[in-house]
């Protein structure tokens, strides 16, 4: 039986130490909403979206009624758009059309955001895709709650290189289309390698291909939990430090577990993973570099900062993967720059570059995450940036993400307030040396060598 | 499925477990388990109760209840017990 101190403890995780079920996000197929029609494919991509998403959000609020725990988000990833809209959208103003109803849907089903306004591009662009692609700053300029996301490389195709060229390009375009808002836009484009098919989390969830008509995933959080637990651990050596991690990370992932099967029931959708993600937020104590820094570091951004994540992360895996049946999305620790009060304190204290956080992408569960840069920076170095990042992530078979945001009209010492989850970010410092000549070469980079493996 | 943790907390006053009972009886809440302890001056109580055979909706009883430790001066929660044992127990 359950003893007092063991609901003590669960009671406090939440009320304390923020602990909350990031997202419930509703993945769901397009395919079947094809038409030559741009009216009838919009119509039933409404119709399919608001159909299922209906309960969404009212039984999210009673799971979290009855359970006590707060589930912070309800969300949706579709299809990649670009899948859908090939026979209807001849321009990119058609696709801003379709982005819209999906802002539409999104609105009147009340989640926040709705992922999937994509292409995969990994290997090669089709016209549709491209065509996609370069709608996007209009799109996310026309809308509020769409999030989109390209994917330009994977371990098994190598880089896409004219998707690299052409996303340094459309950052910039979309940071330009947003400007009045400081660029938000961009806070919602997020260039990938090695996307997974059932991330939750925004603003790179979509519904891959290989998913059912419609899933529910569910994304934990508890950075908070982790931090309070390392508390008690001070000084200790790196077994006790990594088994001490490891316990919480179940603790924590069984919640969430724990309320994917229930939305599951209660919605009559399939289960289909928990990622194990420690996604931080701007209000205190919610932070992944506060953890860092409880491991006995002076800064998030100290020498020491990427073996203290590598066994963040490592840990975090290993303490989730045996609470849930399934595991998939991002799964790991979460780096947003500006989503993470203690990663804006040590950008403002000089410990964070965005060097170092490249670096600890290689250990992370994505990439360079909500970092303002400022807004002269040109194309071609962006590009080279998310080169850099889609390389990291082809050789270590891992994902990795590029979302960047050049801030139109500020510079290095200024300080962006975007609002809400996205937080507010310092305009970081970028490398100011070229790579025009690299990134105009074209084409793209071969699949590495140990990525054949049949 | 129909079990429910209750927890109050706050501070030690006459006739906090009579008046939750008495609530949970005029709700057909059948009370299985309580323990309390108090810690540093606050009264600290678990209950684990069985809704089974109440027809009261779950999400009125939760606000009733906290309303109800609103109007007695401590903090009650109720929440279904698989939150705790999925956590706790493997």
Not at chain 1, 44 to 65: F, M, P
Not at chain 2, 62 to 83: F, P, S, W, Y
Request: proline share 4%; charged share 20%; with cysteine.
């Amino acid at each position: 039986m359950i003893t007092i101190l063991e609901v003590n403890e669960t009671n406090k995780m939440i009320e304390q130490e923020k602990l909350d079920v990031r997202t419930i996000t509703l993945g769901i197929s397009l395919l079947d909403c094809c038409d030559a029609d741009l009216d009838a494919l919009n119509r039933n991509i409404y119709d399919k979206i608001a159909g299922l998403a209906r309960d969404l959000v009212s039984t999210g609020r009673e799971i979290e009624l009855e359970y006590g725990i707060p589930i912070v988000n309800k969300r949706i990833a579709v299809t990649p758009v670009a899948l859908v809209g090939g026979r209807a959208c001849r321009s990119p103003e058609d696709f801003v059309e379709v982005a819209k109803t999906l802002d539409r849907a999104a609105r009147d089903t009340g989640v926040n955001f709705i992922g999937g306004y994509s292409a995969i591009v990994s290997k090669g662009m089709t016209p549709t895709d491209e065509t996609l692609i370069r709608s996007i700053p209009a799109a996310l300029a026309a809308t509020e709650r769409v999030c989109s996301s390209v994917n330009v490389g994977s371990t098994k195709t190598g880089i896409n290189m004219d998707a690299v060229k052409l996303m340094g390009e459309i950052v910039r375009e979309t940071a330009e289309a947003t400007k009045e808002r400081n660029s938000i836009g961009c806070a919602k484009l997020v260039v990938l390698c090695n996307a997974p098919d059932d991330n939750p989390f925004m603003a790179g969830a979509f519904h891959g291909v290989s998913e059912a008509d419609a899933v529910i995933n569910v994304g934990v959080s508890g950075p908070g939990v982790i931090k309070h637990a390392l508390e008690g651990v001070r000084g200790a050596n790196f077994e006790i430090l990594c088994e001490t991690v490891k316990r919480t990370a179940f603790k924590v992932t069984r919640a969430g577990q724990l309320v994917a099967q229930e939305a599951s029931e209660r919605l009559g959708i399939p289960f289909g993973i928990v990622d194990l993600s420690l996604a931080p937020t701007p209000s205190v104590g919610d932070s992944v570099a506060g953890i860092l820094e409880e491991m006995g570091l002076e800064s998030a951004g100290a020498p020491g900062t990427t073996a203290a994540l590598a066994l963040l992360n490592d840990q975090v895996k290993k303490g989730g993967i045996m609470a849930s049946s399934f595991v998939g999305g991002l799964s790991g620790a979460f780096i947003p720059v500006s989503e993470d009060q203690g990663m804006i304190d040590a950008v403002n204290r000089g410990a964070l570059t965005i060097e170092k956080l490249e670096a600890m992408t290689c250990v992370c569960s994505v990439g360079l995450d909500m970092i303002a840069i400022p807004g002269d920076t040109p194309a071609s170095t962006i590009s080279g940036i998310i080169a850099d990042e889609a390389a990291i992530g082809m050789i270590n078979q891992k994902t990795t993400a590029v979302r960047l945001i050049p801030v139109i009209g500020k510079d290095v010492g200024d300080t962006v307030e975007f609002g809400g989850l996205l937080g507010h970010a310092p305009v970081q410092k970028v490398n100011r040396f070229g790579c025009a000549d690299f990134i105009n070469r074209g084409g793209r980079i071969p699949a590495p060598i140990h990525s054949f493996k049949n | 499925m129909s079990k429910t943790i209750i927890t109050v907390v706050g501070k030690d006053a006459v006739g906090i477990i009579a008046k939750i009972c008495t609530y949970l009886a005029g709700n057909d809440v059948n009370v299985e388990d309580i323990s309390q302890t108090i810690v540093q001056g606050y009264f600290n109580m678990m209950m684990i109760v069985d809704t089974g055979a109440s027809t009261k909706p779950y999400a009125a009883m939760v606000a009733e209840l906290d309303e109800l430790g609103n109007a007695i001066g401590v903090r009650i929660r109720c929440q279904r017990e698989d939150i705790f044992t999925k956590m706790h127990r493997i």
